[in-house]
């Protein structure tokens, strides 16, 4: 299965500012998808994307909230914009490839 | 439309007795399922899955599941629990027509009494 590298692993920002989260994946794959886990909650599918067009976002999702650029086949980041202190949460990406593999989470701390 | 539903959210048992957390699936079409784990402040690692093979899939460290199409379930089971099975686990469902998003339980958060 792939291995993803996904950074900041942890961030603490301050409320109206943005951050992007990269995810690299040492194969090529067609979809990656990003989730977010909100403090004691579970997983939540944030947007699907894949390389040439636009992300697809689930239901309660923005791009001008969540942009996502899809640059190749190997990579994608992720923005949280105009955070606020409910942003806080744990990010991460997903692929397919013989499996599903998550990254290791975005820990974001809104202050 | 895919949905899963964890029907504990809490389980608590004694060190060397039986686990068993309990999953309720919702799909259209044949779906994938899979059991995930998370330690606390640590990654998802996955358990199992069962994607139309055996119905009875096992998994890492002596976990298993099986895939009951008529009760719509797949209930993960361990005949022994061991302290370090203390974590969140997470039931997912993934339908398997193209479009491979995951739907996550609200997760059973298991709790291994000495």
């Known amino acids: 299965s792939a291995v993803i590298s996904q950074k900041p692993s942890r961030d603490i920002c301050q409320r109206g500012t943005s951050l992007t989260i990269q995810c690299q994946v040492d194969?090529?794959?067609?979809?990656m998808f990003w989730y977010r886990q909100q403090p004691g909650q579970s997983l939540t599918l944030i947007a699907t994307?894949?390389?040439?067009?636009?992300?697809?976002?689930e239901s309660g999702f923005v791009i001008d909230k969540f942009p996502i650029s899809r640059p190749n086949l190997t990579f994608s980041t992720l923005t949280v914009s105009n955070m606020s202190p409910e942003d806080s949460s744990i990010y991460l990406c997903?692929?397919?490839?013989?499996?599903?593999?998550f990254g290791s989470g975005t820990r974001l701390t809104v202050v | 439309a895919q949905s899963v539903t964890q029907l504990d959210s809490h389980v608590s048992v004694s060190e060397g007795t039986p686990v068993l957390l309990r999953c309720n699936y919702s799909?259209?079409?044949?779906?994938?399922l899979f059991w995930y784990v998370q330690h606390p402040n640590k990654g998802l690692q996955l358990l199992l899955k069962?994607?139309?093979?055996?119905?009875l899939v096992k998994g890492i460290n002596g976990f298993e599941a099986e895939f009951k199409k008529s009760e719509t379930s797949f209930h993960l089971t361990k005949p022994s629990a061991h302290m370090s099975d203390a974590a969140e686990y997470f039931c997912?469902?993934?339908?398997?027509?193209?479009?491979?998003?995951?739907?996550f339980g609200t997760g059973t958060r298991l709790t291994i009494i000495p």
């Open positions: 997903s692929v397919v490839n013989y499996g599903y593999t």
């Open positions: 194969s090529q794959v067609t979809m």
């Open positions: 994307a894949n390389q040439g067009s636009e992300a697809t976002y």
């Open positions: 799909s259209s079409y044949s779906p994938s």
């Open positions: 069962y994607t139309s093979a055996a119905t």
């Open positions: 997912v469902v993934s339908n398997n027509f193209g479009n491979e998003k995951l739907t």
